[in-house]
């Protein structure tokens, strides 16, 4: 353990290996030049994506600037349209749950509806709260013009006699 230290000790404290021989610092020097040069010529580059410093490009380099472009708005469009489509896969599976949902709900509601006159007392179980029992339920469908028909035959269906039943702002 003692060796170690000392070698950590002369290495890390000594004076002599702090000076980097000279063809080490040329080579350096040589690094950081076309690193310099690298990274203008990438800002020169970005500058011209933008639209920026375009006059002193010649015919080709503008054409050759063109192109890049061209690529990348195709590779962007691309890639939009491909979110575009699994967003649609997505929602048209969300759908289809839904309507699976529909279906569990409809079907509940119809047991409801069939235990009501029962619950109710009522012997003859079409004189039940007005609602008939040969006309088929309601179901949701996509889109508003199908909604609101549906609402209003809805309310057209349980309409009880001697009743008020006004129509909701939103329907009219």
Not at 63 to 85: P, V
Request: proline share 5%; glycine share 4%; net charge neutral.
């Amino acid at each position: 353990m003692n060796s170690i230290l000392q070698r950590y000790r002369q290495c890390c404290y000594s004076t002599q290996d702090t000076n980097i021989p000279e063809e080490g610092s040329h080579n350096l020097y040589q690094e950081v030049s076309r690193l310099r040069a690298k990274c203008e010529t990438l800002q020169r580059s970005q500058r011209n994506f933008l639209g920026e410093d375009l006059e002193p490009l010649a015919f080709k380099e503008l054409e050759k600037i063109e192109k890049q472009l061209d690529k990348t708005l195709s590779q962007a469009r691309q890639r939009k349209t491909q979110l575009m489509f699994d967003k649609m896969e997505e929602l048209r599976l969300k759908e289809q749950e839904l309507e699976e949902e529909n279906k569990q709900l409809k079907t509940k509601l119809e047991e409801v509806v069939l235990r009501l006159p029962a619950i109710q007392g009522v012997r003859d179980p079409s004189k039940a709260d007005g609602y008939k029992h040969s006309e088929p339920l309601p179901t949701l469908q996509m889109g508003h013009h199908q909604f609101v028909y549906q609402e209003q035959a809805f309310d057209a269906r349980t309409n009880i006699p001697g009743k008020s039943n006004p129509t909701p702002r939103w329907l009219s």
